[in-house]
């Protein structure tokens, strides 16, 4: 499907939701509605703008966004900022060191300067490199998310975490660096895959699980709905899954301790994610991986059955994944002893005491593991 420019025409009053600044650094929004993109140069100029001369900017976009790209850079450069695209290959293809360096030396090219701004557009992948470059380049510049997957607006792009792979493992490579401002457009889902609009999917139920089971509500109601865009609670859900994660974030950027829920099923989903070299969609792998940390939960008699099995229900209703190859697990464990939450030999996952109710379950007895991964294996 070709990509749905998106218009620079006047907007219906977006949603705005705040992210709190922790840590030193900046509050923000995140804006969700159609048509945003007008929002930008007051997101350039930032706070402290004198109206003077208008710098440099970095259109960072993936290669299936290319007319997408061009036309945020055309616009900006009519609107007097010495614009440049900068295009990077498209899902995790970008998120590795010799795409960051490529992004680097245009930036070095073009003169950048600490006062000139980095716009990631397009999904997870290109939000995180995205950030990641702003986050390292000059040792931090300011940087804006636009988000063109339901994943990336739900999760990718709001609360600063940055970063690329490396063949290690994922996300191994990065920092703590928030945008200035996030602008989801709706409009851009349309042109989405549907199994890209389906892995997002994984995101929103997350957030429902740990958080918000309103969420999981809505989707039950209609499944089949909720698999697209034109469903009819697409903009509730985004919502509601970004207000989740804001105020997550808001209270603990450098995940020092309640930012860690947001890892739910992550632990297994990343040593997947590396296993299958990244080809596998992130939303795919987070699927498997909260169906195993259910009956991780289950199995550490921590999970009513209940809402263990209610896991299994939701996500395979939208279509998203529930197991994976059985042979791999030595591999699998091997991975996950260098998960973020891991400590010296401890291993950490987020399981669940109840609906919303996200804990961390320590050093779990390798049987109860290898017992809640034969649940997921196929
Ligand atoms: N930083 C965070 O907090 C955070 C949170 C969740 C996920 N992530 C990361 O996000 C990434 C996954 O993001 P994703 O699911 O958005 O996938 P993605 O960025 O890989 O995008 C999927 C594909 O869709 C294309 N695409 C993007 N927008 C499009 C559009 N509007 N129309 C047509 N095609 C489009 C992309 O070019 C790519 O080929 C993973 O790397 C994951 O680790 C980061
Ligand atoms: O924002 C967070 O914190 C998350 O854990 C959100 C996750 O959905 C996301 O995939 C994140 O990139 C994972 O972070 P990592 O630190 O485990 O790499
Ligand atoms: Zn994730």
New binding site residues.
């Given amino acids: 499907?070709?990509?749905?420019t998106q218009s620079w025409s006047a907007s219906a009053t977006p949603t705005r939701i705040p992210v709190g600044g922790t840590a030193g650094t900046a509050a923000y929004d995140v804006l969700v509605g159609h048509q945003l993109l007008g929002e930008l140069p007051g997101l350039i100029d930032g706070p402290a703008a004198a109206g003077g001369e208008r710098g440099r900017v970095a259109v960072v976009?993936?290669?299936?966004?290319a007319g997408?790209g061009e036309a945020i850079r055309e616009d900006l450069a009519e609107q007097g900022y010495q614009a440049i695209a900068v295009q990077v290959?498209?899902?995790?293809e970008?998120?590795t060191a010799e795409v960051a360096a490529y992004c680097w030396k245009a930036l070095g090219q073009s003169g950048f300067t600490r006062s000139d701004v980095i716009i990631g557009v397009?999904?997870?992948?290109?939000?995180?490199l995205a950030?990641f470059v702003a986050a390292t380049w000059l040792r931090g510049v300011r940087w804006i998310a636009v988000?063109?997957?339901?994943?990336?607006m739900v999760?990718?792009?709001?609360?600063?975490?940055?970063?690329i792979?490396t063949a290690e493992g994922?996300?191994l490579v990065?920092s703590f660096h928030p945008p200035a401002g996030v602008l989801c457009d709706l409009t851009?889902?349309?042109?989405?895959?549907v199994h890209?609009y389906v892995?997002?999917l994984a995101?929103v139920i997350k957030a429902g699980f740990i958080a918000d089971p309103a969420i999981l509500g809505l989707i039950e109601a209609d499944p089949q709905a909720a698999r697209t865009p034109q469903g009819p609670h697409t903009a509730e859900l985004v919502e509601r899954a970004i207000r989740v994660?804001a105020e997550v974030v808001s209270s603990d950027l450098k995940e020092s301790g309640l930012r860690e829920i947001?890892n739910y099923g992550h632990t297994l989903a990343?040593a997947i994610?590396k296993n299958e070299r990244?080809t596998w969609?992130?939303?795919a792998a987070?699927s498997v991986g909260m169906a195993f940390a259910a009956e991780l939960g289950r199995l550490a008699g921590r999970l009513d059955d209940a809402t263990a099995d209610r896991h299994r229900a939701v996500l395979e209703s939208v279509g998203l994944p529930l197991t994976y190859r059985g042979d791999q697990w030595p591999r699998l464990l091997e991975t996950m002893k260098v998960d973020k939450k891991s400590r010296g030999d401890r291993l950490r996952f987020i399981v669940l005491d109840g609906l919303a109710r996200p804990a961390v379950l320590e050093s779990p007895d390798p049987a109860v593991l290898l017992a809640a991964y034969g649940e997921v294996s196929a």
């Fill in positions: 499907m070709s990509e749905n976009h993936p290669e299936a966004l997408t290959p498209n899902a995790e970008a998120k397009g999904g997870g992948a290109t939000t995180d950030g988000p063109t997957t339901l994943l990336g999760d990718a792009a709001v609360g600063g975490k940055t970063g792979n994922k996300n990065g851009a889902l349309e042109s989405l895959p890209d892995s997002g995101e994660k947001l990343h994610e990244y969609r992130h939303g987070v």
